[in-house]
């Protein structure tokens, strides 16, 4: 059974950091893209971040581009994501989420964790 | 602004029949992909490659796709079925695009 498990959020300061963790289980990283697509409160879906099949490619939005720095661990079948300079405007549940085999879509999603950006 | 273009909500009556739209001038190229989020819930996929439905999806949802209009429709609604709606496609600038999303209600 593929499941997803997010870990990482909580409350941080402006211009602060956070690690965001997927731990993938019932499939293996190395034979899917990954994304990190986030929603803040009350609004609409943000596609925030991917890293290719081989983990060699990674995407941004570029909302997130230059602070954001997605990566895996093969070893530990995990995704990360490090956010810098976080500001209230990235305040949002962050989920995790598999691409299918040919891309395109995603079939699984975790269940977010909540960053929350305030003084 | 999202490049796909969603209704903010739509209602229905249980039984009758629910259209969802989307509509994007990449839709005619790309396919589109479409998601049911229930509150405090990660989303759901319940339509892919414009028309076709994963398993474990009910009869009722089905796709269709013309020009650059994306329709989930769902025949015989449910109260089940009261949820946001997000369509999705790949984006010009951004690898995967996003509707603003649908507020399906069952009144």
């Known amino acids: 059974e593929v499941q997803l498990l997010e870990s990482g959020g909580g409350l941080v300061q402006p211009e602060g950091s956070l690690r965001l963790s997927c731990e993938a289980s019932?499939?293996?990283?190395?034979?899917?893209?990954m994304s990190w697509v986030r929603q803040a409160p009350g609004q609409g879906l943000e596609w925030v971040s991917a890293?290719?099949?081989?983990?060699?490619?990674?995407y941004y939005a570029d909302s997130v581009k230059g602070r954001f720095t997605i990566s895996r661990d093969i070893s530990k079948n995990t995704v990360y994501l490090q956010m810098n300079s976080l500001s209230a405007g990235d305040t949002a549940v962050y989920f995790c989420?598999?691409?299918?085999?040919?891309?395109?879509?995603?079939?699984?999603w975790g269940q977010g964790t909540l960053v929350t950006v305030s003084s | 602004s999202s490049e796909l273009t969603q209704p903010p909500s739509v209602s229905v009556s249980p039984g009758q029949t629910a259209r969802i739209t989307c509509s994007g001038d990449?839709?005619?190229?790309?396919?589109g992909y479409w998601y049911q989020q229930k509150p405090g819930q990660a989303p759901v996929l319940v339509m892919y490659?414009?028309?076709e439905r994963p398993s474990g999806i009910p009869e009722r949802f089905s796709g269709s796709s013309s020009g650059t209009t994306l329709t989930l429709t769902i025949d015989g609604v449910q109260a089940e079925d009261e949820a946001d709606y997000y369509c999705?496609?790949?984006?010009?600038?951004?690898?995967?695009?996003f509707g603003g999303g649908t507020r399906l209600t069952v009144v």
């Open positions: 999705q496609s790949a984006g010009s600038r951004v690898n995967w695009v």
């Open positions: 019932g499939f293996t990283l190395n034979s899917h893209a």
């Open positions: 490659k414009d028309t």
């Open positions: 989420a598999k691409e299918v085999a040919t891309g395109g879509y995603f079939d699984y």
């Open positions: 890293i290719s099949v081989s983990g060699e490619v990674t």
């Open positions: 990449a839709l005619p190229k790309q396919y």
